[in-house]
Each structure stands twice: as structure tokens, then as C-alpha cells.
């Protein structure tokens, strides 16, 4: 094992450590779920959801469920608390995740004079303050679920941004995390922690790479790895480690099957040279992104990169197929007549992880599923930006939903001085109609829909042919 992977196993094995640290248990989402996802821009322009969402859709392809992105760029908790009856509310959730602070903490308010002295204060009891409203809003609201997530963490400590370090954010923000703990505990409410752990991978590969961060751009926003990580977080919080897409053993020599964990095998026929069977599994692998995404807030890269910091696959990506006693040599693995690749007859006995072989038929079938959901993501993110002008300006002048001239002339002002009004100007010119974003929502479904409808594992005819 040379140098960068012993460095690798070390920090996976010390972040598993951090992970486990704090013992924490959400509950699993379950058949007919709607679960919605509260928070700010890392919610709203990000992917943890979606990630989630793609889990669920692969490793339980006949479970349904349904994500909402219910994340505003910009919110602070009293903003996500005034939105709360009609975003949250009108989905009938049975489910709600709730992550703030990043924005509650401040950014410029820590250049001013005082601000070690006024303001590090203010933020925090401002925030508690503003909270206890929306606390009581959730409690009066039993029917569903709540979680809370301790928000992925501000890095003050990266080298790759010197632009955006605002001194004493940090401890706010920890203080905030501290205090949502607090709260869940005493509510008796599950939590997930994305912020300790994150910290935790961002200061050690730090060590070696000060520029590291899984918020390299501004500090603040997760990059597309980040977002694996979170959902990574999520999902080991849920339980669900340990659940393999399928582990399946088979004896060339006696065709016998002595293993088939979550699939089926049968007709196995053959020898200990040219062995072939059929494979039904009962979930798919999870696919990863094949180009490079580029998000709303300078995110960019692939998801797949988030594999490096976590132990994703051998927690929940694992396909493995062994087979014993072959003759010794090297064979080459076909299913359904495609050739996918060559392994030792050694390997083979160890076991391979098909989910690791992208040109296999389920992880094609994967990959679909993939592009389907970010379809979907892409269409929910013009929602997400007609939200954003609904409430973070038109309700502010009490034209909330309004959609008519007034609403319009509005957008227009603002968007001369405001950039971030200018930026979904065009978007709130086609949202504006009631009948636009049904349609939008109709595309969202259609395309969720057929998700479900191909996302049904498959038999695959495997053969091993001795070729040396």
C-alpha cells in the first residue's frame, strides 16, 4: 500500500471514529414518506436531498417516496419560521428536516468595531430569540416528523478563500450548533450531525493541503463532494449502513450457491472454466455524476470526488459477487453478452464490487435514474427562485403571491440594484403565472414517475469464461 492510501485509509478510518462519536439515530424514511427539507442557500442550491433521494430511489426501488427542497438562499431561521404554513405546511409532510445558523451568524457584522463585544452576542441570542417562535409553531404540529440537521460548517480555517474569513463566525456558528442540539434533545426530536464530522475531514486533510476544503469556494457553501458527504452523514444517521445493493457467493466447482444476500441466483451451470448463472438483485447500485455539475453558488466537480473522505461504498454502494474454486487463471465477466471486465481467479474468491463497474446493465439502468433526478432537481430549482423573490422581497412589500403589475414593477426595481433580484428576474417573469408553475410541477412529477417506473431491478445472464 503506498503512501497516499495509507494516508487515505487513515482519514476514513479517523472520520468513521468522529462519525460514531456522537451516537445519533434518525428515523429511516418509510413507504409513502413526503419528506421536506428546510433550510437556506446549502439547501436550496445544493444536493444532499437529492443524494438521498437517488439512494432511496436504487436501494428501494418499490418503496416510493417523495423529497421537497423547501431551501431559500439567505434565510435565517425567522424567515424559514414566517414561510413555514405555506411552504412546509402545503406539502402535508410526514417528514421535516430543519438545518440553520449559517446565515444567522453573519458575515460584514464581524468587521465592525464592536463585534467582538456586541455582536457576538447579539447574533446568537437573536437567533435563540427568533427560533423559540418557530418552536413553537413545530411542536403545535405533531402529525409529522422532525429532524433536525446541524448544519455542514463555515470554514475558517481553509486557505483556498481569503476573501471570505469573517472573524468570529466560526464560534457563533458553534454556539448555534450547540444550542440546536440542545433544543432537539430536550424536544426529545432526532438530529443528524453534518457539522462536527465535515470539521472534523476539513482539518485533517488540511494537514497536508491547507487549501482543502469541502467549501472551497466561499467557505460557506459544500462543493458537490460536500453534499455526498452530507448525504453520506444522513444516511449512516438512518441506520442504513451495511445494506448491500446484493452479496452473492457461488462454487464453480458444485454449482452451488452459498450466499445471495438481497438477490436471487439460479441456473448455475458450467465448470470450473466457463461458469455462467442468472442474477436478479433486489436493489441497483448508486450511480455517480460522469461530468462535471456547476452549481448556483460557485460549486462545481463531481459528487463522486466525496467518495475519498467517506467510506460511501463500503457503507453503502456494495455489489459483490465471489465465486470459488475456479481454476487458477484470469476470466473475463460478461452480463447479458456485454463484456464489463477481467479478473484473477483470486480476485474472484475475495469477491469484486460490481457496483465499481460502470458499463454493467443495473448500473446503466443506475445512471438513468441519476439523469432523471437531476432533471427533476433542475426544473424544482425555478420553484426554489420564484420562492426566493416571493418571500425575500414581494412579502417584505406585501405583495406575497400577488403575481400581477404591481408584483412585476416590484421585480423590476429591485433588480437594478439587487443582484440577486436581477439574477431570477427572467425566472419570476415566467413564474409569475399560476400556470407555469403547475406545469413545471407536472414535469416534476411525470419525470419522478417514471423514476419509479424504471428503476425495477432486472435479471442479468452472467457468464466467466477462463481466457488465460
Known amino acids: ?218 467557505r460557506i457553501h459544500p462543493d458537490y463532494a460536500g453534499h455526498l458527504v452530507m448525504a453520506y452523514l444522513f444516511l449512516k444517521a438512518q441506520g442504513l449502513a451495511g445494506k448491500p445493493v446484493a452479496d452473492f457467493a457461488v462454487n464453480a466447482k458444485t454449482k452451488a450457491v452459498s450466499k445471495s444476500e438481497n438477490c436471487t441466483i439460479s441456473n448455475v451451470s458450467g465448470t470450473e472454466r466457463n461458469i455462467s448463472f442468472d442474477y436478479l438483485a433486489k436493489s441497483l447500485p448508486f450511480a455517480f455524476d460522469t461530468v462535471e455539475f456547476k452549481g448556483p453558488w460557485g460549486q462545481h466537480g463531481r459528487q463522486k470526488e466525496g467518495v475519498k473522505y467517506v467510506p460511501f461504498m463500503q457503507d453503502f454502494d456494495k455489489e459483490l459477487l465471489t465465486v470459488k474454486n475456479l481454476k487458477s487463471g484470469t476470466y473475463e465477466l460478461s452480463m447479458d453478452g456485454q463484456a464489463i471486465g477481467r479478473w484473477s481467479s483470486k480476485d474472484l474468491e475475495v469477491g469484486i464490487n460490481l457496483a465499481e463497474q460502470t458499463y454493467t446493465p443495473e448500473y446503466q439502468q443506475s445512471l438513468a435514474i441519476l439523469t432523471l433526478n437531476e432533471e427533476r432537481w433542475e426544473i424544482e430549482r425555478r420553484l426554489r427562485n420564484y420562492a426566493y423573490v416571493e418571500f425575500d422581497l414581494l412579502n417584505q412589500k406585501h405583495l406575497l403571491y400577488a403575481d400581477n403589475e404591481a408584483a412585476m414593477d416590484t421585480v423590476n426595481k429591485e433588480s437594478k440594484k439587487n443582484p440577486f433580484v436581477g439574477g431570477n428576474r427572467d425566472n419570476y417573469i415566467k413564474a409569475q403565472y399560476k400556470a407555469v408553475r403547475d406545469g413545471w410541477q407536472r414535469e416534476q412529477d411525470a419525470l419522478v414517475d417514471e423514476i419509479y417506473a424504471v428503476n425495477k431491478p432486472k435479471v442479468h445472464h452472467i457468464i466467466l469464461q477462463l481466457v488465460n
Not at 9 to 21: E, F, G, H, T
Open 1 to 218: 500500500m503506498n503512501f497516499k492510501k495509507k494516508l487515505l485509509s487513515a482519514l476514513i478510518l479517523y472520520v468513521s471514529v468522529s462519525i460514531n462519536a456522537k451516537a445519533q439515530s434518525i428515523p429511516a424514511f418509510k413507504a409513502g414518506d413526503r419528506v421536506a427539507f428546510v433550510g437556506n442557500s446549502i439547501t436550496d442550491g445544493g444536493h444532499y436531498h437529492a443524494y438521498i433521494w437517488m439512494y432511496y430511489m436504487t436501494h428501494f426501488p418499490n418503496m416510493r417516496i417523495t423529497c421537497y427542497n423547501v431551501g431559500i438562499g439567505g434565510d435565517n431561521v425567522k424567515q424559514m419560521s414566517d414561510r413555514f404554513e405555506a411552504e412546509v405546511l402545503s406539502k402535508k409532510p410526514t417528514v421535516m428536516t430543519l438545518t440553520w445558523g449559517m446565515n444567522d451568524s453573519g458575515y460584514f457584522e464581524w468587521f465592525k468595531p464592536d463585534a467582538k463585544t456586541n455582536y457576538a452576542k447579539w447574533s446568537v441570542d437573536t437567533a435563540e430569540a427568533r427560533y423559540a417562535v418557530f418552536d413553537k409553531k413545530l411542536k403545535a404540529h405533531p402529525e409529522f416528523k422532525k429532524i433536525f440537521i446541524l448544519g455542514s460548517p463555515y470554514d475558517s480555517t481553509t486557505t483556498s478563500n481569503k476573501n471570505r474569513f469573517y472573524p468570529g463566525k466560526y464560534s457563533a456558528f458553534a454556539r448555534m450548533i450547540d444550542f440546536q442540539e440542545a433544543t432537539a434533545k430536550k424536544n426529545g426530536w432526532p438530529y443528524v450531525d453534518f457539522n462536527h464530522p465535515m470539521t472534523a475531514i476539513n482539518r485533517e486533510y488540511q494537514k497536508a493541503d491547507t487549501n482543502f476544503s469541502l467549501t472551497p469556494y466561499d
